[in-house]
Each structure stands twice: as C-alpha cells, then as structure tokens.
C-alpha cells in the first residue's frame, strides 16, 4: 500500500517535472530541484551536501578523466544509495526515494579514489 502511495506520488513528480522541460529526460541537462555535484580526479564539488529529507535528485556530472560513481552511506557504515558508473565527460541522475533526516556520508568507491579525496558528507534535515 505504501508502495503504490510512493508509485503514484513519483509519476504525479515526473509528470510535473515533464510538463515544465517539455519531457526531455536525456540524461545532459540537470533536473529542476535536483542537487548538482561535479565528479573530477579526485574530489566532489562541494562536499558538504545538505539536501531536505524525503526524494533527493542528485544530478552527477563527472568532469574528470576517469570514471567515478557517487555512493552515500549512514554513519552506521550501511550503503543508502549508489549511482551508476559516470563515464568522464557524462552526468547522470540519482535518485533517492526516501532519504530519512540525519547525517550521512559519500564517496566513490573506484578503488583508491575515496583515499585520494573522493568523498564528503550529506546532510538531510
Ligand atoms: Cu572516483
């Protein structure tokens, strides 16, 4: 039940979202209400993240000459969310549906990057 509830809230964000860009969804420009974070060798910018809790639209854009991905873990160390491997030069969306309030923390996780300073924290309030 609750499923269907967050199914349908979705598709009533989605049609809002579409009727303003005109349905576009290629993946290139940024979402409205998303929250850019640029990906380069070896650092997220900013990374000091604070976003409102509930569906977060993160619109990565990797600017770097290698690939890096964006994972957001809670402070117990769980995995929240993980985005696809962003090809340098790309961007892409991720979604989280419901990001409860608290602190978290993100890195990439291709390995070494995190150490190099791949990484930051997010706040949901
Ligand atoms: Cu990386």
Redesign the pocket.
Known sequence: MRRGVLVAMSALLLSLACGGSGGGGGGSSQPAGSTKVT?T??KFDPSDLKVKSGKVNFFLVNN?G????LVVTSSDGKTVARSELVQPGNSTVLTVDNLAAGDYKFI?D?PG??DQG?KGTLTAS
């Open positions: 990906m060798d070896f770097g290698v690939s890096h991905d990439c291709q990057h995190a791949m």
